[in-house]
C-alpha cells in the first residue's frame, strides 16, 4: 500500500476517496465534492489515502496546531476489511504527525478525536464495512489510549446549516494514561479553532462552549 497525500479535487483519487466517504459516513458528515478545494489546499489539513494498486481502500484526514501542539483525527476510513487498512493509516499518520511536532521543536503529547457512540446511535451502517463499525471503532480508540471528554458534546453539522449533530464524543489521547482531566480552556481553544470554519453553529455548540468556559477542568472517562 501507499501512503499518498491528496492535495486537488482534480486528483482522481480524490474523486474515489470522496465516493468511499458517501459510501462509509452519513450524508450530514460529507462535504459537499467541490467545497473540498480549499480544504485540501490548505497546508494546514493533511489527506492521505490509503492506495492499493492505485485503488483507494482508505483515507484519513488530520491536522496539527503548532501554536498549541494539539492534533486532530478528523477522520479515519477503512474501505475493505482483510488488508490491515486500519493500522497503515495510524501507523503513518503518527508517524507524520511526530515529525511535524518535531519541526516544530516540541513532542507530540496531545490528540484529539470525535467517535459515534453506539450505544445512542445504533442506525449508521457505515457502508457495511466490520472494521467501521462503532463499537470497533470505540474498542480502537481505547487501546490507542483515547478517553471520552466528560461533556455533553455537541458536533456542528459541517452542511453549515444551524443544525446540531448528536450521537458523538470528543475524545483525547494525553500520551499519559493516568491522566485523568484536562484543561477546559485547551478544549475551547480547540473547539473554537477547528469549528471557525463553520460561520452558522447551532445555539447548543454555544451553550456547550460557554458550560466549558465556566470550568478549570473537565474529567477524562476511559470507554
Request: hydrophobic share 40%; charged share 25%; with cysteine.
Amino acid at each position: 500500500m501507499e501512503y499518498r497525500r491528496i492535495t486537488s479535487i482534480q486528483d482522481p483519487l480524490f474523486t474515489q476517496m470522496h465516493q468511499l466517504m458517501k459510501e462509509i459516513f452519513p450524508p450530514e458528515e460529507v462535504l459537499e465534492f467541490e467545497l473540498w478545494k480549499d480544504p485540501l489546499e490548505d497546508p494546514g489539513i493533511h489527506v492521505y489515502v490509503a492506495a492499493n494498486n492505485d485503488k483507494v481502500v482508505g483515507a484519513t484526514e488530520y491536522r496539527y496546531y503548532e501554536d498549541f501542539n494539539v492534533a486532530m483525527t478528523d477522520f479515519t476510513i477503512i474501505g475493505v476489511a482483510g488488508l490491515g487498512v486500519g493500522p497503515f493509516l495510524a501507523n503513518k499518520r503518527l508517524e507524520d504527525l511526530h515529525k511535524m511536532a518535531s519541526l516544530n521543536g516540541k513532542k507530540l503529547e496531545r490528540m484529539f478525536a470525535e467517535i459515534y457512540d453506539p450505544y445512542r446511535v445504533e442506525h449508521y451502517e457505515f457502508g457495511g464495512i466490520k472494521p467501521m463499525d462503532p463499537y470497533v471503532r470505540r474498542e480502537v480508540l481505547a487501546h490507542f489510549g483515547y478517553k471520552r471528554i466528560d461533556i455533553p458534546y455537541v458536533h456542528p453539522s459541517w452542511n453549515n446549516d444551524g443544525e446540531p449533530v448528536s450521537g458523538l464524543d470528543l475524545c483525547y489521547l494525553p500520551f499519559d494514561e493516568n491522566k485523568s482531566s484536562i484543561q477546559s480552556s485547551l478544549v475551547v481553544e480547540f473547539l473554537k479553532r477547528y469549528y471557525s470554519v463553520l460561520s452558522n453553529k447551532p445555539v447548543s455548540w454555544y451553550q456547550m462552549i460557554e458550560q466549558l468556559e465556566a470550568k478549570d477542568k473537565v474529567a477524562l472517562i476511559r470507554f
